[in-house]
Each structure stands twice: as C-alpha cells, then as structure tokens.
C-alpha cells in the first residue's frame, strides 16, 4: 500500500490523534487500555485489546503461581483475593 494510502487511512480513523470512536489517543499511561470502550476497529482499539488479551495471561499467570505458594505466603494471598474482589465488583455486566 502506498504512503499517502496509508496516511489516509490513519487520518479516517483518527482526529487530532485520537480514536474518533473512543476518544483514546493510544499512548499508555494517558489513555490505557481498560479506558476503550473497544467498539472501533481502528489502530488504538486494535493495539488495547492486544495488550488487554497480553495483561490477562499475564494475570492467569500470576494467579496460579499465588495459588500454588499461597500457604508460603498466607498475608500475600490474603491481599491478591481483596484487589481481586474490589476489582471484579465494580464490572457492570
């Protein structure tokens, strides 16, 4: 594809380097991830939902390591399941 091809493409999906749909300006900490409400199909929805499908594994990950060691580390585990439980209430399903 060419240049100018590719540079339109951006611009329809972008205004003023932001997601016309979402609003997000793609860059984390400015605009993380779990602020894009994932409804476009442009570059930044494209490159969140990646990181999010990354940070998930990465959480499976972690959890099973805590899982299996949460005897070792009673206090530790004790803190994971609360940040878990205060993160998992506030999802409106």
Not at 13 to 37: H, R
Not at 72 to 90: A, H, R, S
Request: aromatic share 12%; with cysteine.
């Amino acid at each position: 594809m060419p240049k100018e091809e590719k540079e339109q493409l951006w611009n329809n999906e972008l205004e003023n380097g932001k997601c016309k749909v979402c609003g997000a300006c793609g860059i984390d900490p400015c605009c993380p991830p779990s602020d894009c409400n994932m409804t476009g199909n442009n570059r930044h929805c494209k490159y969140y939902l990646e990181q999010l499908n990354k940070s998930y594994i990465f959480y499976q990950k972690i959890y099973g390591l805590m899982y299996e060691n949460q005897k070792e580390y009673p206090e530790l585990w004790c803190d994971m399941q609360e940040i878990f439980t205060d993160i998992f209430l506030t999802i409106d399903i």
